[in-house]
């Protein structure tokens, strides 16, 4: 079973960048969709970004489009979220985690396995 941890969380003034990492061991998890997920405190956990395994197919939320971008490092066993023009808003714990399915128009995507520690993101205004 691959797990996956999470780095590169900080403290950013608005409008910096930040990229966090999703290192997986365990397994290759190339042919595994992956996604990352943020809580805010007194949230609930919300879908972020998604990236598909060979094909790379990439999917957001509205709030992120156009300022974060999702990838991966098959070779590396890593996938990464590239966060720029940070806002406060965007102030949470970050997770990733492995998609059991994509995300729809309506529905989040389900994930496999439990959710590990985070990173957190921390945007001052």
């Known amino acids: 079973q691959v797990q996956l941890v999470e780095s590169g969380g900080g403290l950013v003034q608005a409008g910096g960048s930040l990229r966090l990492s999703c290192a997986a061991s365990?397994?290759?998890?190339?042919?595994?969709?992956v996604g990352w997920f943020r809580q805010a405190p007194g949230k609930e956990r919300e879908f972020v970004a998604a990236?598909?395994?060979?094909?790379?197919?990439?999917a957001y939320v509205d709030s992120v489009k156009g300022r974060f971008t999702i990838s991966r490092d098959n070779a590396k066993n890593t996938v990464y979220l590239q966060m720029n023009s940070l806002k406060p808003e965007d102030t949470a714990v970050y997770y990733c985690?492995?998609?059991?399915?994509?995300?729809?128009?309506?529905?989040?995507?389900?994930?496999?396995?439990?959710w590990g520690q985070g990173t957190q993101v921390t945007v001052s205004s």
């Open positions: 985690a492995a998609l059991i399915t994509w995300p729809g128009q309506n529905s989040p995507p389900q994930v496999r396995g439990s």
């Open positions: 365990g397994r290759s998890f190339s042919r595994d969709a």
């Open positions: 990236i598909s395994g060979l094909l790379r197919n990439t």
